[in-house]
């Protein structure tokens, strides 16, 4: 049934276990490779995304093109998929064939491209990330979070649960309060294991992120992601403590935000992060 699916809407193109047959496309490890191939679930995850009749989209780690195929079917007006491995370029070209320009290809490295850059607004960002760079390139968008419309980024379920945490939980840390510093997030698809090609050790989960129009919190961003970092590089410790590898004297930020110093990270809200990030700047300044 899926097979017929994706002919009928693809205009002919072979199912993706074909196209994998043909390019041989066995997932490598070092990339981090697991491939979506049921387009049920590859369009539900387009869905997720929202409209994208107007919006360009962008995708990282391709593959196959079963997300890919997803996204043109939904009606995303661009799609603009960046891909590491070259077989997987060559795989696709049938697939930008077909999709009459709103299919554009780039081989590269996600991590050291500009996606703020690519396309036109609005953006969104839909990936099956690779596990490997995953939290590397939610970082990297997060930074520029106001470029984009929203993020529907799949992740190893156990990192998707961090991503979405608040305080006072296990699974609090860095990426849940540098995410929800900027974004609204939420789990909107869970995945098992064996829904892919090949199955990975572990589940998945999609996340959703949409980036607030106006930061209630405000703070630098090098000096958020100092500050976090610090605090959570030692989460067993009180902060006095944790935070004494920063390039001054934690307690200076207790007395300009009155938190108390014997709290630990995973008890703090954003907004406490991003008032010791005030601080820090502050400080930093004027010395």
Known sequence: MHDREEIDVFGGLPPLRAVIAQHGLNARKALGQHFLLDLNLTRRIARAAGDLRDATVIEVGPGPGGLTRALLAEGAKSVIAIERDRRCIDALAGLVAVAKGRLTLIEGDAAKIDAATLGTAPRHIVANLPYNVASVLLINWLRAADDFASLTLMFQKEVAERIVAGPGTKTYGRLSVMAGWRCDTRICLNLPARAFTPP????????????????????????????VAAAFGQRRKMLRRALRTLPLDPSLLFEETGINPAARAEELSVADFAAMARAFTALRANP
Do not use: F, G, Y
């Not at 990975?200 to 919190?217: A, G, W």
């Open 200 to 227: 990975p050790k572990v589940d998945s989960s999609v996340v959703q992120l949409i980036p607030r129009q106006t930061n209630e919190h405000p703070a630098e961003w090098d000096a958020m992601e100092t500050v």
